[in-house]
Nanobody
Framework: QVHMVESGGGLVQAGGSLRLSCAASGGTFSGYAMGWFRQPPGKEREFVALVNWSGSVTEYADSVKGRFTISRDNAGNSVYLQMNSLKPEDTAVYYC????????????????WGQGTQVTVSS
């Protein structure tokens, strides 16, 4: 059973930055793609960013492209999301997740999820 814990969320002013971390334990990490998703208040969970097993492939939602950067450290069983130029519409609970197989932007292709970390961006 893979266990993942997100950290690094908080309250930040618009234009600021945060770095989210996700630490995985209890299972295989390095051979799987990882993703970040978010769920804004009153809305469905949505894709934010993904990285393949080696870190050579990354994909981003159009809404965060150019502002967010996903990275991973396989030796440390961790994945990160650097968020710059934050906007109020980035306010959400952010989740990391492990893909079942090949990298995908679809939620149903991820089988293990963290508990989430709240990011609030004030205007």
């Amino acid at each position: 059973q893979v266990h993942m814990v997100e950290s690094g969320g908080g309250l930040v002013q618009a234009g600021g930055s945060l770095r989210l971390s996700c630490a995985a334990s209890g299972g295989t990490f390095s051979g799987y793609a990882m993703g970040w998703f978010r769920q804004p208040p009153g809305k469905e969970r949505e894709f934010v960013a993904l990285v393949n097993w080696s870190g050579s492939v990354t994909e981003y939602a159009d809404s965060v492209k150019g502002r967010f950067t996903i990275s991973r450290d396989n030796a440390g069983n961790s994945v990160y999301l650097q968020m710059n130029s934050l906007k109020p519409e980035d306010t959400a609970v952010y989740y990391c997740a492990r893909a079942r197989g090949r990298y995908s932007q679809q939620l149903h292709n991820y089988d293990f999820w963290g508990q989430g970390t709240q990011v609030t961006v004030s205007s």
